[in-house]
């Protein structure tokens, strides 16, 4: 049985700690997945926050992956790295966060 392979891209941003460190953890953590590899990271970006700005700066990256997960499933794997990489922090839209 053939598994359908796709691409995808993911913007990833960090504005807490050392952002490099939180950014190349994130990129680790996916491609050590079963169901993902990263393909590709893109140079890093700072840039300043949007709507909530009073907040550190951000450093973001973008991700090349190939996986066999439905869009849902990879959601849903982000929301939880997401979750794992920042247990302290209850991240709200646009706000500081680890990832």
């Known amino acids: 049985m053939k598994i359908d392979q796709h691409i995808a891209y993911l913007s990833i ?7 490099k460190k939180n950014l190349n953890e994130a990129a680790d953590l996916l ?6 590899e990263v393909l590709l990271v893109s140079s890093f ?4 926050p949007q709507n909530f700005i009073d907040q550190d700066w951000f450093v973001n990256a973008a ?3 190939k996986t066999v ?6 959601i849903a794997v ?17 706000g500081p966060r680890i990832i």
Do not use: M, Q, V
């Open 13 to 19: 941003g960090s504005n807490i700690g050392d952002k």
């Open 31 to 36: 491609n050590n997945h079963d169901k993902i």
């Open 45 to 48: 970006y700072k840039t300043e």
């Open 63 to 65: 991700l090349k992956i």
């Open 69 to 74: 997960l439905n869009p849902e499933d990879l």
């Open 78 to 94: 982000i929301k939880n790295l997401e979750k794992d990489l920042d247990k302290d922090g209850k991240p709200f839209r646009f």
